[in-house]
């Protein structure tokens, strides 16, 4: 399955995407490939994870490499084995960083085999998260595959779901091919739905759930600990959990 979660900054992607990791950790549906293809990563923080490089200084590296890749190997060789080894690693989750925007010029060969190699590799999860930027930056460069379902998050706000009505407009403007879009409002009051309910209507977008604002999401941020070590009793870990249930693992 190859989920992706999208929105404005700030809205809280990031958190959403690493309590889903939780999640699905917790369900025993693992391995999950995380990635952060947000230009500005912090995913890797969320997960407690380090990371050591992204696509973007492999694709740069690559193009201002002059003559053969060391050890004799074919460029192709050499891109596949750079890529490969700049996933991190872990028990149940692996990391891929996408990085900022290349440079100008050409990043075509690069581009063509990190598609290759991104299709090859999701091949060997069950899960693929991808926690995106506003502008779906990168999900327009058609680097990744078909999305089963997109999250879009807004922060409790008309304009804020507004802007999450654009998401969509964006996926159809690109031709995406996404098979359910789903919204989710974060650091929500109880009344949201009914406060905003005419504003959700408009966007055509289907709720999945909110999530309330969490003292303990902003004490963990507060202190730089890996929002996937929440406790049990987290509201925003409970919220998620239940969003989950009812979305990617209802049948
Ligand atoms: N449910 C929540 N409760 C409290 N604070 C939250 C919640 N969700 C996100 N935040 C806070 O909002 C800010 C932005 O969250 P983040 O997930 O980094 O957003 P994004 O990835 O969309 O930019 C962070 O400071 C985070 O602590
Ligand atoms: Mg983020």
Redesign the pocket.
């Known amino acids: 399955m190859n989920i992706a979660v999208a ?11 690493s309590l889903l990791t939780r999640t699905l950790i917790k369900n025993g549906e693992t391995p999950i490939l995380a990635v952060d293809a ?1 230009a500005n990563a ?1 995913l890797n923080e ?1 997960l407690g994870m380090d990371i050591y490089t992204t696509i973007t200084k492999l694709l740069n590296d690559f193009k201002e490499m002059k003559g053969r890749p060391p050890g004799g190997m074919d460029k192709a060789s050499y891109v596949e084995y750079q890529l490969k080894s700049s996933i991190v690693e872990e028990k149940d989750v692996d990391l891929l960083v996408m990085g900022g925007p290349t440079g100008p010029g050409c990043y075509c060969y690069p581009n063509d085999l990190l598609k290759g190699f991104l299709s090859d590799l999701s091949d060997n999860y069950p899960y693929v998260l991808l ?1 995106n930027e506003a502008g779906l930056e990168h999900l327009s460069r058609r680097t990744t595959q078909d999305i089963d379902i997109l999250f879009v ?1 807004s922060d409790a706000s008309a304009r804020g779901i507004r802007s999450a009505g654009r998401v969509k407009d964006i996926v159809e403007d690109i031709k995406l091919n996404i098979d359910q879009l789903y919204l989710i409002i ?2 929500a009051p109880d009344n949201v739905t009914e406060a905003l309910g005419d504003e959700i209507e408009k966007t055509g977008l289907e709720m999945a759930g909110t ?5 303990k ?2 004490e ?2 507060l202190h730089g600990n890996p929002l996937v070590e929440l406790p049990d009793d987290s ?2 870990v409970k ?1 998620v959990e239940e969003i989950v249930g009812k979305t990617i693992l209802a049948d």
């Open positions: 929105g404005k900054g700030g809205t809280g992607k990031t958190t959403f995407t947000d912090n969320a926690d998050i974060t650091k999530i309330p604002h969490d003292p999401v902003a963990y941020d509201l925003a919220a």
